[in-house]
């Protein structure tokens, strides 16, 4: 009888688990296809107003002179002998001060790092790197080689190439969830961890499996799950979506921001438009799913987390409850007023909490090698 029980209880844990996993992948698959419905009504609407301009997109030949500032630093490659991959990036300050390195979001490139690349030279060994798939990194043809250990080993190769075996590491958007993650394996190599506008990983799952108005906003993780059609929804009308990202009303930064000037919107175009380029932003996404729940989440190094209070993709709310993973000193900033993209709307606000985090606790002696 007790076998019996026993043999009882354990089908009935195994059938609350499959239940568990196909509630979770239903939901996945069901509001991607919500989601490409409205997709398709926007395109359909978008045919009916510009029939003539919807389907016209160019790629930009010429980079922006701002691409080309050497005030900015000095444009590098690296060749990661492992993933056989190409690394770009844009370094400046001394060879032999401590690194601080930058993980740029979606949609986004080194370029977004322009602000802090000026600003903290004059103290560390700065370096702002083109991820994988993006600007003018190698760009991987599957979709397999933006899993999330990928995404993580290519910070470590980086870092070690660079001649170091800690950093600063700094991170927005989706360079935060790979800033995050870093940080939680590889927790030697940060000595301190900056993250802008990204919450810890579990906290955005539990979080927004909770809170219908953060799945709302969330709604393009699923829509990036198709092939092909984001792509072509991102290029229509010129890329008239990307353009909007960062200077609409609802999502861009605000009146109270530092603009992108002409110049600046036109460097993100020239960056984007590059044949493939978009699918390798877009596989970021395409990974996600597959590598959650996280077994490890504890972050061990000190955190500042930097908040824009308008971020239009993410709830304020998730900011607060990432102290429950961190096992050191942790820091939170809500910037007024400021977007979702944060370094380029506040870059002076962001530039004195970083400087007076850095300053904090073991000073800057410890970063160096």
Not at 90 to 116: C, D, I, N, T
Not at 157 to 162: G, K, M, N, P, T
Not at 182 to 202: D, G, R, W
Request: glycine residues 6%.
């Amino acid at each position: 009888m007790a076998r019996v029980l026993n043999n009882l209880l354990l089908f009935l844990i195994r059938l609350a688990l499959k239940i568990r996993v196909w509630g979770y992948w239903s939901l996945i698959y069901g509001y991607c296809a919500l989601c490409t419905t409205a997709a398709l009504l926007k395109l359909c609407w978008n045919i009916v107003l510009r029939p003539t301009t919807t389907f016209q997109w160019g790629i930009r030949e010429t980079p922006p002179a701002c691409l080309n500032d050497t005030s900015l630093g000095t444009h590098c490659y690296v060749r990661i002998k492992e993933s056989g991959l190409r690394f770009h990036y844009v370094a400046a300050g001394e060879r032999g001060k401590p690194l601080m390195l930058f993980l740029h979001g979606f949609p986004e490139f080194w370029f977004s790092w322009r602000y802090q690349l000026r600003e903290f030279k004059s103290e560390f060994r700065v370096v702002a790197v083109d991820m994988r798939g993006y600007g003018e990194s190698d760009l991987p043809l599957s979709t397999e080689s933006y899993q999330l250990d990928h995404l993580v080993t290519d910070v470590k190769d980086i870092v070690e190439y660079l001649g170091y075996n800690r950093c600063c590491l700094v991170g927005h958007d989706w360079g935060g969830t790979i800033a995050w993650l870093f940080a939680i394996h590889y927790p030697e190599m940060v000595t301190k961890l900056i993250v802008l506008n990204c919450p810890h990983p579990s906290v955005f799952t539990d979080y927004a499996l909770r809170h219908p108005s953060q799945l709302l906003k969330s709604s393009h993780f699923f829509f990036f799950q198709l092939p092909r059609f984001p792509e072509l929804m991102l290029s229509i009308n010129d890329f008239k979506a990307l353009k909007a990202l960062f200077t609409s009303r609802s999502t861009g930064i605000g009146r109270k921001g530092r603009w992108l000037t002409a110049e600046d919107l036109e460097a993100y175009m020239y960056a984007l438009s590059q044949p493939g380029a978009l699918t390798g932003a877009l596989n970021y996404y395409r990974n996600v799913f597959s590598s959650l729940p996280l077994s490890h989440k504890h972050v061990r190094s000190p955190v500042l987390l930097l908040w824009g209070e308008r971020d239009a993709f993410l709830e304020q709310e998730m900011a607060e409850a990432c102290r429950l993973y961190i096992r050191n000193h942790f820091r939170l900033n809500i910037i007024s007023g400021a977007s979702h993209w944060l370094q380029q709307d506040q870059p002076d606000i962001v530039n004195t909490l970083i400087w007076t985090f850095l300053k904090e606790g073991e000073g800057r002696k410890s970063y160096r090698n």
